[in-house]
Nanobody
Framework: QVQLVESGGGLVQAGDSLRLSCAAS????????MGWFRQAPGKEQEFVAT????????DYRSSVKGRFTVLRDNNKNTLYLQMDSVKPEDTAVYFC?????????????????WGQGTQVTVSS
């Protein structure tokens, strides 16, 4: 049974930093491309970042490029999202997701497993 458990969310002020974690179990983490997605109140879920199996390839939505960094530690089966210079528009529930494929994707439908999400709230 695959489990993805996010943590690290909370209430922060604009300009602060936050690091989200996603602990994975029940899958061969090192063979899975991973992604972060988010959903703001009243809006559809959207892609945030993705990372290849070895961490050598990444992709980001344009609004977070230069502020967010996606990382992974295959020894710990853990995915991270380092969020710097956060903005109120980053407020959302953040989800990690895993693919049964080593190929990165920005498409929600390409991911096979999802966590329950962690709330990030950025005050102005």
């Amino acid at each position: 049974q695959v489990q993805l458990v996010e943590s690290g969310g909370g209430l922060v002020q604009a300009g602060d930093s936050l690091r989200l974690s996603c602990a994975a179990s029940g899958l061969t983490f090192s063979r899975s491309a991973m992604g972060w997605f988010r959903q703001a109140p009243g809006k559809e879920q959207e892609f945030v970042a993705t990372i290849s199996t070895a961490g050598t390839r990444t992709d980001y939505r344009s609004s977070v490029k230069g502020r967010f960094t996606v990382l992974r530690d295959n020894n710990k089966n853990t995915l991270y999202l380092q969020m710097d210079s956060v903005k109120p528009e980053d407020t959302a529930v953040y989800f990690c997701a895993a693919r049964e494929s080593p190929i990165i994707s920005i498409s929600i439908g390409a991911y096979d497993y999802w966590g329950q999400g962690t709330q990030v709230t950025v005050s102005s």
